[in-house]
């Protein structure tokens, strides 16, 4: 897990983990597996509410959320094809669109290419937030 965690925080190639966690294959491996089985989901909305729970004193499901999005640089290896171009930001790559708690926890998340609009991406981003929290009932 700390090696799955440290690949997310410095963004490094799978090969390049330190030595001292365990071979990158392996932790591939765990990290393909817990992916598919939702291990990564369960666990990830277990400390979400947790800490609503503990910490913020709050109910354990939202009833109240936030839209943003960011739009990214998208690296020269990465095709054309795969990325869109913000003319609003000028930024040709991607856009990520996510909705949070109002603790600022993550909720969803909705990758898609820079040139869709905020808009066209908060149906699907707005669907994928009624299925996993119908508790919510303020955006």
């Known amino acids: 897990m700390d090696a799955i ?3 997310d925080r410095t963004g490094c190639h799978w090969d390049a983990i330190p030595a001292d966690f365990p071979h990158h294959k ?3 491996h765990y990290f393909k597996t817990w992916t598919a089985d939702g291990t990564l989901n369960r666990m990830h909305n277990s400390l979400r509410e947790q800490v609503r729970t503990v910490v913020e004193r709050r109910n354990r499901q ?15 290896t990465i095709g ?4 869109g171009y913000d003319a609003g930001k000028k930024i040709n790559g991607c856009k990520r669109h996510i909705a949070v708690d109002t603790c600022g926890l993550l909720l ?5 290419d820079a040139n869709i609009q905020d808009r066209d991406a908060a149906r699907p981003l ?6 996993a929290f119908p508790t919510i009932s303020l955006i």
Do not use: F, I, N, W
Request: overall charge positive; aromatic content about 6%; hydrophobic content about 45%.
């Open 80 to 83: 054309r094809s795969s990325r």
């Open 126 to 131: 707005l669907r994928a937030l009624r299925a």
């Open 108 to 112: 969803v998340v909705l990758a898609t």
């Open 62 to 76: 939202p009833s109240a959320a936030v839209l943003d999005s960011q739009s990214l640089r998208g690296a020269e």
């Open 5 to 7: 965690r440290y690949l």
């Open 26 to 28: 392996l932790v591939y």
